[in-house]
């Protein structure tokens, strides 16, 4: 098992990166190669996958970002290809904060996961990042009712709470900072 590599990037390409280190080039897949510079020395995390149909590497820029694809692994029904094209639509610190703050608007907005995935994303990595048990599975729910009742349309409310990722927040605190992004919206409707 590898932890990590240094060495300098002498490919970009769609999915991955070829790194050489010591004459060597190891092919890994990365969430954002654009990140990556050919010619640039550089230090990749990886995680080694062997599978039915290979052996492959798997790399992160950062120990954090390679601790978010594991919990993301590790969620019934997303795998490996799953979790590394999750990351590569999102910021992993930002689906941390969405994780924290039970946002599941913000984790329905990416492009790999639906509704069912980002309940189960919840549920499954509640633990996982040492984050608040206490968390209200339906919060953003109760305040999207919330603001459709005040009269706003549901596109802009799912808009507007998929950008709000306030951990421990009460369902009122979520609601006034919703309700101060939603302000653009009242005075055009």
């Known amino acids: 098992m590898f932890d990590y590599f240094?060495?300098?990037?002498?490919?970009?390409?769609?999915?991955?990166?070829?790194?050489?280190?010591n004459a060597i080039g190891y092919y890994i897949f990365v969430s954002k190669p654009k990140l990556f510079q050919i010619g640039d020395e550089t230090k990749v995390y990886v995680q080694d996958l062997l599978k039915?149909?290979?052996?492959?590497?798997?790399?992160?820029?950062?120990?954090?970002?390679?601790?978010?694809?594991?919990?993301l692994n590790s969620v019934n029904g997303i795998g490996p290809k799953t979790a590394l094209k999750?990351?590569?639509?999102?910021?992993?610190?930002?689906?941390?904060?969405?994780?924290?703050?039970?946002?599941?608007?913000?984790?329905?907005?990416?492009?790999?996961?639906?509704?069912?995935?980002s309940a189960q994303i919840l549920l499954d990595l509640r633990g996982f990042f040492d984050l608040n048990q206490n968390i209200n599975v339906n919060q953003y729910e109760e305040v999207q009712f919330a603001l459709k009742r005040l009269g706003y349309k549901n596109r802009d409310i799912i808009?507007?709470?998929?950008?709000i990722n306030i951990p421990d927040a009460s369902n009122e605190e979520i609601i006034k900072e919703a309700l101060r992004r939603l302000r653009p919206y009242a005075q055009h409707s």
Do not use: M
Not at 109 to 117: D, L, N, R, V
């Open 6 to 21: 240094i060495g300098r990037i002498t490919r970009v390409l769609p999915h991955a990166i070829v790194l050489e280190t």
């Open 52 to 71: 039915e149909d290979g052996y492959y590497l798997v790399g992160f820029p950062s120990i954090e970002e390679r601790e978010v694809y594991y919990g």
């Open 86 to 117: 999750i990351l590569g639509e999102c910021n992993y610190q930002d689906l941390k904060k969405a994780i924290e703050s039970n946002n599941l608007f913000f984790l329905r907005s990416i492009k790999w996961i639906g509704q069912k995935a």
């Open 159 to 163: 808009s507007t709470l998929s950008g």
